[in-house]
């Protein structure tokens, strides 16, 4: 059984071994910037967290436009709702473009009119656009599934909400039928 090499001081007196002994991988003398850049990382991380490590998930941060996401809602027959969706344009080269979709493909601008608005502000301040979409008078054909999508240039995001619609209720004591009886 071969002995094993003795740690020296000095690099120049460290035993050489045989040819079969060091791996290709390995040297004798350890590089004293290998060292140091390998203790040195691992320390900052250890020690502050905050400046050496990256958030956990950065992707959504990435391509998420939203910073306000319209949600789903209620609504009587005959009342309004209102759905906002709110984006930042501080990172964004140009103005963000909206659409308002219906179930999976019913694009909402050409629906404008009486029971549809579609409304868009942008406050200078802030650099922040509000897209607004108004549903005046609701019917009950008008509950189900939407989508509001965002894109500038090389970046989307799309939002699923939905939009329940319930029965007016008639007033108690009042039976509509009454007013058609035969007398």
Request: aromatic share 8%; hydrophobic share 30%.
């Amino acid at each position: 059984m071969p002995e094993p090499a003795k740690k020296t001081e000095d690099p120049a007196e460290a035993p050489v071994g045989e040819p079969g002994d060091v791996k290709p991988d390995q040297t004798s003398v350890p590089h004293p910037a290998a060292s140091t850049q390998g203790g040195t990382s691992a320390t900052t991380q250890d020690a502050n967290p905050a400046e050496g490590a990256h958030p956990p998930d950065t992707r959504q941060d990435l391509t998420g436009l939203f910073t306000e996401k319209p949600q789903s809602g209620e609504v009587t027959v005959g009342e309004n709702i209102t759905f906002v969706a709110r984006v930042n344009a501080e990172s964004l080269l140009k103005k963000p473009s909206v659409k308002w979709f219906k179930g999976k493909w019913m694009d909402l601008a050409s629906k404008c009119g009486k029971h549809l608005q579609l409304k868009e502000t942008y406050d200078r301040n802030t650099k922040v656009y509000t897209f607004e979409m108004y549903i005046i008078a609701a019917k009950a054909n008008f509950a189900g599934g939407y989508r509001c999508e965002v894109s500038s240039k090389d970046k989307f995001d799309s939002c699923n909400f939905d939009l329940t619609v319930h029965e007016a209720r008639a007033p108690e004591g009042l039976d509509i039928r009454a007013a058609f009886r035969r007398t």
